[in-house]
């Protein structure tokens, strides 16, 4: 979601800059743009592809040494070039003067201001005239209103008029080599170079520039010139951050064989996993950190917080954390969680997972449990540098490699790998594991990518069952106990690629209302495990046949659940215990992908929705 570039260099840096927007194409956007000081100010916007916002550049000769480049992800306008990033202010408008055709102050903003509509009726007041939807247009005229010769205090002042949540990069016509920068609850880190110093949302946008990074913090500020940059906190004092060596590898991102990145990264979990797992030799708990052990024996229960996918996830790791090690745990939606009243208890372990680990409602619901007192913290997350890790007291980076689709695969499986080694960590830390049940579960994980492979064998047979989901427009998943989960994130990743409308429901609800919903017009389908719930499915599935309903079923070779009249049959190599999840969610995975192929939607860039939510 809404990716930030900016540079100051002794180069033309127009190419770097939209070089490194393609790098931040796997976040999600709607249109793009590019700002350069060049005897004044210049900007290229689109619609459309970066690959066209560089054609545009090159065509209009575009170039400069100080300049700010965006992707935008719609909040507060429609995706129109009028409203793509990055906005100017041409200063007020004098009478009935026509508007400047000289940009003064050129912003790029990632994030919402709440109270834009107050400041915008007084800049209004005072002549400025609006040319966008956009919540960010306000703070181009507020940079403009209060610039006194001095960008730097021109921020300092601008920013205690803003509520909600932004990271900035702007520069001024008259100053032609600086650009200040702001970052408060989306992230920013500033990347240093060779007498040229950069702003970006993450390290990726500068892979193969600079492998040098600052993370911001919270509050932080920046004034960025070629060969310096100056920090302030939150309290306006100069502070030095650690300069960290950070190698975003661009080539991950690369398609290579594969016609989309979704196909390409669901090929990649069997590595993703194993990678994930690597170095895992015994259960135990200093894997999550160094105090690891001291707090999982202080803790009495859990509560997970996470959004979409990762939510899932969570679900799945309820009944692992309970059946497994025996601790009470809840999971929570994080954007509802933290505006409700809750009873905090301080014995809790609240685990975030996030793919990026910058997932605002997430970040902002682990914030809000640490402020009740909440204070024993673990993440779940796959960028070792984000803001979650930083902030949390344990953690587990998984090592699935860069998701560039925005319907998550990989990063879903090596999240439910770790949440499984976290339970098996926990209940070792509390009595409940024996030396046996360990060596037996690290041999199961150890098996997990082989087991994998021969899960993505299964995919002619999908691709036969998407043929019979191309014309539907609704569909039904169905799962008990620990696939419950997986039918929701089936039906999520159906939604979300091929636009179908799908919904999830625990097999055992359908006779309290789903079941009025079937006809031989929706497909249902069914995970279906050989486990100590497979007769109660079968019970259920017999309910849908028997309304005329089409089912298909993932079933394990030894649950007799057979292909017949109105129902489609595909066997899973292997049932595999409470490992099953991981396994089964990577044939419904597959069914989306080539739904989606065959009813032409734009499978890794789904209209619509971004990669990574940094906006509430």
Request: hydrophobic content about 40%; proline content about 4%.
């Amino acid at each position: 979601m809404c990716g930030i570039v900016a540079a100051v260099s002794h180069r033309n840096i127009v190419p770097l800059l939209v070089q490194g927007l393609e790098r931040l194409e796997y976040r999600g956007y709607d249109s793009c743009g590019v700002a350069v000081h060049a005897s004044g100010l210049k900007r290229a916007r689109s619609t459309q592809r970066v690959s066209e916002l560089m054609e545009q550049v090159s065509a209009e000769h575009i170039e400069g040494t100080t300049g700010i480049a965006h992707t935008r992800w719609a909040t507060h306008g429609v995706p129109a070039v009028h409203n793509a990033h990055p906005h100017f202010s041409h200063g007020p408008q004098l009478g009935s003067a026509p508007i400047s055709s000289v940009g003064r102050v050129a912003v790029v903003h990632n994030g919402i201001i709440e109270n834009y509509e107050d400041i915008k009726a007084q800049l209004q007041s005072i002549g400025y005239v609006f040319q966008s939807q956009t919540d960010t247009e306000v703070i181009a005229h507020l940079m403009d209103s209060l610039y006194k010769g001095d960008l730097f205090g021109a921020l300092k002042e601008a920013l205690p008029k803003l509520r909600g949540a932004y990271a900035l990069a702007i520069f001024h016509k008259d100053e032609p080599n600086r650009i200040v920068g702001a970052k408060s609850g989306s992230p920013l880190i500033l990347g240093v170079g060779a007498s040229e110093v950069f702003l970006a949302s993450d390290a990726m946008a500068l892979a193969g520039v600079t492998d040098q990074i600052v993370y911001l913090e919270e509050g932080d500020i920046v004034d960025v010139r070629a060969q310096s940059y100056r920090i302030e906190d939150k309290s306006r004092q100069v502070v030095n951050r650690l300069v960290k060596t950070v190698t975003a590898h661009s080539g991950a991102a690369e398609l290579g064989p594969y016609t989309h990145y979704m196909q390409k990264e669901i090929f990649e979990q069997p590595r993703a996993i194993a990678d994930t797992l690597e170095g895992v030799q015994a259960v135990v708990p200093d894997l999550f950190g160094s105090n690891a052990e001291a707090v999982f024996k202080k803790i009495d229960n859990v509560l997970i917080l996470a959004c979409g996918t990762s939510y899932y996830s969570g679900c799945v790791a309820k009944y692992w954390l309970e059946s497994v090690a025996k601790i009470s745990t809840q999971v929570e939606i994080a954007s509802e969680y933290r505006y409700r009243d809750s009873v905090p208890n301080p014995k809790t372990l609240v685990v975030t997972i996030s793919q990026s680990g910058e997932t605002a409602d997430t970040l902002a619901a682990l914030k809000h449990a640490v402020s009740l007192g909440m204070t024993h913290t673990l993440t779940i997350c796959n960028v070792s540098t984000s803001a979650m890790v930083r902030e949390c007291e344990l953690s587990y980076v998984t090592r699935a490699g860069v998701e560039v689709g925005v319907a998550s695969t990989k990063a879903f499986t090596t999240q439910l790998a770790a949440l499984f080694l976290l339970t098996l960590c926990v209940a070792q830390s509390k009595g409940q594991l024996t030396e046996n049940e360990q060596e037996r579960f690290l041999k199961e994980m150890r098996h997990l990518p082989v087991a994998l492979q021969a899960v993505l064998a299964l995919e002619p047979q999908i691709m036969r069952w998407s043929e019979d989901f191309v014309l539907k427009e609704n569909a039904l998943f169905l799962g008990r106990g620990t696939h419950y989960p997986i039918a929701m994130e089936g039906a999520l990743k159906l939604k979300e690629i091929t636009y179908i409308h799908a919904e999830a429901y625990a097999a055992g609800e359908l006779k309290h209302g789903p079941l009025a919903l079937v006809t031989d017009a929706m497909p249902v389908v069914a995970v279906a495990p050989n486990d100590t719930l497979i007769e109660k499915l079968k019970s259920n599935l017999q309910e849908v046949r028997a309304r005329g309903g089409v089912l298909y079923v993932l079933a394990d070779a030894d649950s007799k659940i057979e292909n017949a009249q109105g129902i489609h049959v595909i066997r899973m190599p292997e049932h595999y215990g409470l490992l099953s999840p991981i396994l089964h969610v990577v044939p419904l995975q597959l069914l989306a992908y080539h739904t989606a192929c065959a009813r032409g939607t734009d499978v890794d860039k789904p209209r619509n929705l971004a990669k990574s939510v940094t906006v509430e």
